[in-house]
């Protein structure tokens, strides 16, 4: 049997554990999905969107470009077609004017056959006659060379309406050439946004998963310690009785830092097992209510019950035990607090950080720690985050720790 586990109901080592301890880790929410990855999941997100966006914008005004020149295409090639079609009637037309001066049938113009035929008996007639032929083969050649003039017209305007008809056909093959360079994009971005969604997705849940063993594990932890206490029989005594570590609870002994000096606010029952450490009770109750907090979202300045701040987590949950004295900051819990030896720190001490408005002698950030083997905290971290375990190993800025149950 273990010591004092028969001692009387009013003896301090026997009266159960305090029910807010075990109550607190009873409703402890499922918080592992940090709002800080789903930021960041949907920034990345709404990047490859816009990226998306914009070249859906590129591949319709290519599109519109595109169904543009294939009217303008269409257009042109209609009048080259009737520029075309005006060079043959301007040929043909050419070609009647020229042949008014062929030959008839007989081998004789229209005019020579009148100037010799049998009614042509005088020189005047004859001359008349020649006067005529001359006017007439002055107007055939006018009428040919304006003829041959407007064929030439015709071809050269033709030719001009069937370059540009060929030019915007280029332009319509180099914009289709584009259009199908920017799918082509497209679909390259839509599998990198499809790649990037994935990887996001899987680190997330790494992440997830990792955070939840951690706390599940944390909490495992500390319930299997609440049970052990229970199961001494131990009823954590208050930081008053653990104050003096020369002068102990009856049962209790002194824990010894690594140079072998009895800590003050502590203490161990001796057991056939070993040494059983013992907490003082408003440490028990503060950790509770932290446990309670997680997944709780963090808002500046807050203290409660629906949010926190970091060093308002710390304020409740030490108010919750009992403790009203704690200041609010940081800063103000760093100063308030005595310092602990890095490596000697117990559950329920505070851990100080520089943060990013702090400095090495007024620290911006402070978080409770719960289990110093794993150098796990619980913290209210920044904007955008929740109460959350944390490993304050991996912090960077750490500044010290202060132990809030021997705080004058």
């Not at 000697?344 to 007024?362: C, I, K, N, S």
């Amino acid at each position: 049997m273990p010591p004092e586990a028969s001692a009387a109901p009013s003896d301090p080592l026997a009266i159960r554990l305090p029910k807010i301890a075990l109550a607190a880790l009873a409703t402890v929410p499922d918080y592992n999905i940090d709002p800080l990855l789903l930021a960041g999941l949907r920034k990345k997100l709404s990047q490859t969107i816009a990226a998306e966006s914009r070249l859906h914008g590129t591949l319709g005004d290519q599109q519109r470009e595109t169904a543009g020149l294939r009217a303008e295409v269409k257009r042109l090639q209609a009048e080259a077609d009737r520029g075309h079609q005006s060079a043959i009637e301007a040929r043909r037309r050419f070609q009647l004017a020229v042949s008014s001066n062929y030959m008839s049938g007989d081998g004789l113009s229209p005019a020579l056959n009148a100037m010799f035929s049998p009614a042509s008996h005088s020189p005047e007639d004859v001359m008349y006659s020649a006067d005529v032929i001359g006017q007439y083969a002055t107007d055939q050649g006018a009428l040919a060379r304006a003829a041959l003039r407007q064929m030439h017209r015709a071809t050269a305007a033709a030719q001009a309406e069937q370059d540009v008809a060929v030019a915007a056909a280029r332009r319509l093959r180099s914009t289709q050439r584009r259009h199908l360079a920017a799918q082509q994009a497209a679909a390259l971005v839509r599998q990198q946004i499809k790649a990037r969604i994935i990887a996001v997705r899987q680190d997330l849940a790494a992440k997830q998963a990792a955070q939840r063993v951690t706390s599940g594990t944390s909490i495992e932890i500390w319930q299997s310690y609440l049970a052990t206490l229970g199961s001494y029989g131990v009823h954590p005594p208050l930081a008053a009785q653990l104050r003096d570590p020369n002068h102990l609870p009856r049962g209790l002994q002194a824990v010894l830092d690594a140079s072998g000096v009895k800590q003050a606010g502590v203490a161990a029952l001796p057991t056939a097992h070993g040494n059983v450490l013992v907490l003082p009770r408003e440490v028990i109750v503060a950790i509770g209510f932290a446990y309670g907090q997680l997944g709780k979202p963090y808002v500046w300045a807050a203290t409660g019950p629906n949010s926190f701040d970091c060093s308002g987590l710390m304020l409740a949950a030490f108010r919750s035990a009992g403790i009203t004295s704690m200041p609010r900051t940081a800063a103000e819990q760093y100063a308030w607090t005595p310092r602990i030896t890095p490596g000697q720190e117990m559950p329920g001490d505070l851990v100080f950080f520089q943060g990013d408005d702090g400095t090495a002698t007024r620290p911006g950030h402070v978080a409770l720690v719960v289990d110093p083997v794993r150098h796990l905290m619980i913290q209210a971290p920044q904007t955008g985050d929740v109460v959350k375990i944390s490993d304050y190993s991996q912090w960077g800025g750490l500044i010290g720790f202060g132990r809030v149950t021997t705080a004058a």
